[in-house]
């Protein structure tokens, strides 16, 4: 298994390293709340939410000099109270997955004084508590000169001379949110996934892209100076654009001037094993 945090400013603390050694961790607990209407024998749950999650971590810190192991504690401090007072959340990787997360609390024991070794305990809260793991496909330009697509009957003229469909697969057992970068030069840019479409109502230069986060539910243009300018009011409103990708196959069309790429979030209460 693989355990670390990185920081806002990603530094690493290794759980798994000679200096930090993961004894225990509740990484893979989980709980939903819910909401319910009682009957006179049981009743009909209404709706189930999730407190921001709590996970706490105890492991060894050692190291092979008195000096390595002071550093190392000093290390384990500082990243972690950096992203506190910078209110900068860092992330908790389990195998690949992470947990955007602050470390709130910290203790030692087993230690004594001129021994380079003790005991350490961390806890971890989550604002959001679901593990993300996050899955990324890119589409290239394309050359649909005389290729000729299939798609809904909604649009038989807008789009006829757009190129045959993509697949894009969600791996995840339920919709997803997800990211799609578009990058430039395009206007209009329109990006259909399974006949919903995606468009804003702009012009991308050269260098420049589009992000449309339907997590976040932004929308921004980053400018070829790194500038970003928020096009949230640029969106076309025929359908709702952050509107998740559905899971298993999704047929992705577009007119194939522009290059783009997704980025799938796959959420969970635990991590894989």
């Known amino acids: 298994m693989d355990i670390y945090y990185q920081s806002a400013s990603n530094r690493i603390i290794d759980f798994k390293s000679a200096t930090y050694r993961l004894q225990t961790a509740d990484v893979f607990d989980y709980e939903w709340d819910f909401e319910s209407v009682q009957s006179i024998y049981g009743g009909t749950i209404t709706r189930f939410t999730k407190k921001m999650a709590k996970k706490d971590l105890r492991f060894t810190v050692k190291a092979p000099t008195k000096q390595g192991y002071y550093d190392a504690l000093n290390d384990l401090f500082e990243i972690t109270e950096k992203d506190i007072v910078e209110n900068t959340p860092g992330r908790l990787y ?28 961390i806890q971890v809260v989550s604002p959001y508590p679901f593990f993300i793991g996050e899955i990324n496909q890119e589409y290239g ?11 809904p009957m909604k649009y038989p003229t807008r789009y006829a001379s757009w190129s045959t469909n993509q697949t894009l697969i969600n791996p995840h057992f339920s919709n997803s949110p997800f990211k799609l970068v578009i990058h430039g030069e ?57 509107t998740p990708i559905s899971a298993g196959e999704n047929t992705v069309s577009w ?18 094993w």
């Open 141 to 151: 330009i394309q050359d649909i000169s005389g290729v000729y697509g299939q798609f």
């Open 186 to 242: 395009c206007t209009n840019p329109t990006v259909l996934i399974n006949g919903i479409m995606y468009k804003v109502n702009t012009t991308v230069g050269v260098n420049e892209y589009i992000t449309i986060d339907t997590k976040a539910k932004t929308i921004y243009l980053t400018r070829v100076d790194g500038t970003k300018v928020n096009i949230y009011n640029l969106r076309d409103r025929e359908f709702y654009i952050f």
């Open 255 to 272: 007119d194939g001037s522009f290059a783009m790429e997704f980025t799938i979030y796959e959420e969970r209460s635990e991590p894989r």
């Open 94 to 121: 389990v195998n690949g997955y992470y947990l955007t997360c602050y470390v709130v609390a910290g203790s030692k024991s087993e230690w004594e004084s001129g021994a380079p070794i003790c005991d350490a305990e």
